[in-house]
Structure formats: structure tokens, C-alpha cells
């Protein structure tokens, strides 16, 4: 079965690729510009056409070099460039890898599906589903993988915002592709003077364009205490014992006299297991007593030889009544998976990291009176079945605990509160972010931010949060959109390919 003439020679194909990975990184923060996916997603497709399986995966190994490298440069904020190479390659690869897919279904479906339409309809669909494949398979694989940089992610300042809570995050990405990709395939054919065959795309754009978010309903709402102590939170940070605690509570005192329901402190707001440290223990009493309000806390804790990455909602007498331990802790950060082979290959690095964190088990949903909230613990938030699983068990509202410390002077914080946003809006649920060192954000079930610290300052806030019930589209059909993303992709490629064997000329392939 011969492949279809490359629309660029290998080495042009290979630059905009290139070219189409740093695009990309302009639709994140800090820049943001949303409407760059349009240049960069058919940069990367174009320079796919017509490739031989080594060449695509050349051309997207380059484009997936191009964008990882900028966008998860934060890595080497502190521990230099290995972390960060390493990760960066190894998703590079893993793009490249996936990029081979979308190679055969431009070399597939037109010979299995003659005629216009497939090539206009059926084609990006598939190339859509491929692209969200690859976001996926990067987001779980290896060690549970990283999901950054999904496209989804950046339309949280477009037009397709709220796409997302019908959706979500992969299903907005998706639109986006399939825009794309269809815009292509109307260039390529070349048949202007045709009306018809630019209506499925102008379809597309306008259902997309014009549906507005799914609604939820109002329930009331939770006055909430958010404290951001800017204390020595960082992995290399100098500091004494007790410090970050001692800085938390510094920042509290500007709010402590105020009425609220709830008091947040960010993940890694306290240096010692109030469960096993009696003074830390005590301490938390007497501002709970002191506020007349729970607290909502992150520590390390152990239990036997495990550790644990651990939110504690926290009473005065009681201690902690209800808990959360983190799901995704951060492989290399948190824990090294198959530490004797890594330790091997960069011993001063491995063995920085002497702490190994368990993955949790619980719901992450913690109960404050009648009210479930839903938790994300740092990096959490990017994992979708935590998410889902929040709104599983009733979430009213989500706190995200996070410690950007180790990344500061980097735009990593900016990524993570998109992530946040893009959240709310998928979720119908407003979002408290709060941070150790900033930036912390309360944010509205729309996306648009309530209330907010900035970056490296103390600094605290007591916020009326809006409650919501409800589920929305987005977190019903999530794990479904999933599986038809990823399986129903594949096994349409695959017929795609078996009929253009079967169909196409009976000669050898180019």
C-alpha cells in the first residue's frame, strides 16, 4: 500500500514541527495566548502527512522536544538540567511514538474511505481522537505518567471555555483538533467553489462556539479563611524547625479575628505530623478554638513505616475527623520508582529524595458539616480521576492544597491555577487554589477568579465561596469520553488500515 506524497520534505517537515512545539507553548502561561493552538496544531499535522512510520516519528519527536522543553523548563528551577532533560526526552519520545498513529490514518482512511466526506469528516476525527490518544497515554505512562500541556487546558481563556463542562478537558482538546485537522483537509482538497464542504467544519465551530456552560445549582455558600505564609517551603530552603508553621501562623493573624467556616492552609503548611507531635497538635487547637472554625491542613504523616502526603480537616478537641491522602504522589519527587536502577545511573540526585510517599486509597472528599468538599493535593490536579472522583462523592466545592516552592521565578504556578480554572468550569464548582508561596486564587464555577494573593508575598483572605450541586455533562460522560478517545481510536485505525489493505492496489508498499 503506497503512502501518500509528503506535503514537506523531511527536513521542512521537521522545522515546522519544531516551529508548531514552541507555538504551543505561547497558548500557556505566563503568555497565554489561546489562539496559538491554531498555528501550532496544524504545523505538527501538516509536516505528519505522507510520512514513512520513522519519519513521523522523527518529525513528532521534534515537535514534542520543541514544546516539552519550554513548557516543563520549571524542572530545573533547582535541581538543574538532568530532571529536566529526562523528563522533557522522555516525553518527546512518547509524542513521537503516538505521532506514527496519526501518520497512518492520513495514509489509511482516504484508501479505505473513498470520496470527499471521509476525507473531510472521518479523517479529522480520527487524527482528533489520536492526538487527545497521545494526551492520554503521555498521562498515564510510565509511573502514572505526567498529563501537562494538554490543549484542553488553554482554551480556558478562549471561546471554547466552556465546552469544557459538557466535555472536559480532553473532549475540549479534541474540538480543537478536529478543527484543525478539518481546516486542513478542506485546504487540501482544494474545493472552494464547493459551499457544502466547508459545513461540517463551520458546524463544528458553531455548536462549539455558541454552547453555553452546563448549569448548576446555587447552594448556598461557606465563608472561607485561605492563608498563604510564603514561609521556607522549598525543598533547598534553609530553615529551622518549625518555621513554615511559625510563618502560617504569622500570615493568619490578619484574618483571625474574622467569622468563617473554614480556614485552609496550603500542602506543606506545617514541618511536623500534627498526629504524632503534640505541640503541633496543641497549636492547631488553639487557632481552631481561637477562629470557631475547622481547620483544613496538609502535613507529612506516617503510619507504621509508610508515609503518607496527608490533608487533615482538623477540630479543636478532636483532632483530625476526617483526611485525605495524596493519590498521585510525585514519581522522582515524592518517591523513586525502581530506585536501585535510578540510583545507579545519578546517585546525587536519587538520593536527595530519602522520604518515599505512599499513594492513597481514600475518596478525596472530606465532610465539613453537610458539606462534601473535594481535594487536590498539588500535582493531584492534573489527574483527571481525582477529579472525578471528588465529583463522585458529592464535592459542593474543591480546595486544592498545593507548595509551589520549588519552582519559584518560573510560570508553574500560572500552569497549575489554568489547570485549576479549567477545573471549576469543567467541574460547575468554584475552587479555592492556595498555595504555600503563591499564587493562590479562589475561583468561581465560570472560571473567573474571585479573590487572590499574589506570588511571593504572605498573605491571607477570607472569601464567600458559592456551593453548587449538580454534575455536570463533563463529569458524568469523563470516563466514557476516555475510553472512546482511546479504544474507540485505536480499533478505528485499525479498520481503517485492514480495509485499505484490502482495498488498495496489490503491490508492494512504498
Not at 504551543?24 to 512510520?53: E, K
Not at 487527545?132 to 471555555?161: D, H
Not at 525502581?338 to 546517585?347: H, M, Q, S, V
Not at 492534573?382 to 519552582?407: E, H, K, L, P, R
Request: glycine letters at 10%; proline letters at 6%.
Amino acid at each position: 500500500m503506497p503512502r501518500p506524497r509528503a506535503l514537506l520534505p523531511l527536513w521542512a517537515g521537521v522545522l515546522a514541527s519544531v516551529l508548531g512545539g514552541l507555538a504551543l507553548t505561547t497558548a500557556f502561561p505566563a503568555l497565554s495566548w489561546w489562539p496559538m493552538v491554531f498555528v501550532a496544531i496544524p504545523l505538527a499535522l501538516v509536516s505528519l502527512i505522507g510520512r514513512s512510520a520513522g519519519g513521523a516519528f522523527l518529525v513528532g519527536t521534534a515537535y514534542g522536544a520543541a514544546f516539552f522543553l519550554v513548557n516543563v523548563s520549571f524542572t530545573a528551577r533547582y535541581l538543574g538540567p538532568v530532571p529536566w532533560l529526562a523528563l522533557s526526552v522522555l516525553e518527546a519520545v512518547l509524542t513521537g511514538a503516538a505521532a506514527i498513529l496519526i501518520t497512518w490514518a492520513y495514509r489509511w482512511v482516504p484508501t479505505a474511505l473513498k470520496g470527499v466526506w471521509p476525507r473531510l469528516i472521518v479523517l479529522p476525527v480520527l487524527v482528533a481522537g489520536l492526538w487527545v490518544l497521545r494526551e492520554q497515554w503521555v498521562g498515564t505512562f510510565p509511573y502514572g505518567g505526567f498529563p501537562w500541556g494538554r490543549v484542553g487546558v488553554t482554551q480556558v481563556n478562549g471561546p471554547f471555555a466552556s465546552l469544557l463542562s459538557w466535555i472536559g478537558m480532553s473532549g475540549v482538546g479534541f474540538v480543537v483538533v478536529l478543527l484543525c485537522a478539518a481546516a486542513i483537509e478542506y485546504v487540501r482538497m482544494r474545493r472552494f467553489t464547493d459551499v457544502r464542504t466547508v459545513v461540517p467544519l463551520v458546524l463544528v465551530a458553531v455548536i462549539a462556539l455558541a454552547t453555553p456552560a452546563f448549569a448548576t445549582t446555587a447552594n448556598g455558600a461557606l465563608r472561607i479563611g485561605s492563608v498563604q505564609g510564603n514561609g521556607p517551603a522549598g525543598y533547598f530552603d534553609q530553615r529551622t524547625r518549625g518555621a513554615l508553621l511559625d510563618a502560617q501562623l504569622k500570615a493568619t493573624e490578619a484574618i483571625a479575628d474574622d467569622r468563617m467556616d473554614l480556614l485552609v492552609w496550603p500542602e506543606g503548611g506545617i514541618d511536623s505530623d500534627p498526629t504524632a507531635n503534640r505541640t503541633t497538635a496543641a497549636t492547631l487547637d488553639t487557632l481552631s478554638n481561637r477562629i470557631d472554625a475547622p481547620l483544613l491542613v496538609n502535613a507529612a504523616t506516617a503510619r507504621g513505616d509508610r508515609y503518607f502526603n496527608t490533608s487533615m480537616l482538623w477540630e479543636s478537641g478532636k483532632g483530625v475527623v476526617a483526611s485525605y491522602d495524596k493519590i498521585h504522589p510525585v514519581p522522582f519527587g515524592e518517591y523513586v520508582p525502581d530506585r536501585p536502577f535510578f540510583a545507579a545511573l545519578a546517585p546525587d540526585l536519587i538520593n536527595l529524595i530519602q522520604r518515599e510517599y505512599t499513594p492513597g486509597t481514600a475518596e478525596p472528599v472530606v465532610e465539613l458539616g453537610e458539606t462534601p468538599i473535594g481535594l487536590a493535593i498539588c500535582f493531584d490536579v492534573i489527574y483527571d480521576d481525582v477529579v472525578w472522583a471528588a465529583s463522585d462523592g458529592g464535592a459542593q466545592v474543591y480546595v486544592y492544597q498545593t507548595n509551589n516552592a520549588d519552582f519559584r521565578g518560573t510560570d508553574e504556578n500560572l500552569q497549575q491555577l489554568a489547570f485549576a480554572r479549567a477545573r471549576a468550569i469543567e467541574t460547575g464548582r468554584a475552587v479555592v487554589n492556595i498555595s504555600t508561596v503563591g499564587t493562590s486564587q479562589v475561583i468561581a464555577p465560570t472560571g473567573e477568579v474571585i479573590d487572590g494573593i499574589a506570588a511571593d508575598t504572605a498573605g491571607a483572605m477570607v472569601t464567600e465561596v458559592p456551593l453548587r450541586t449538580g454534575t455536570t455533562a463533563a463529569m458524568v460522560l469523563g470516563p466514557a469520553l476516555h475510553a472512546v478517545f482511546a479504544w474507540g481510536s485505536l480499533i478505528a485505525l485499525l479498520a481503517a488500515g485492514l480495509t485499505a489493505r484490502l482495498r488498495g492496489p496489490r503491490r508492494n508498499r512504498a
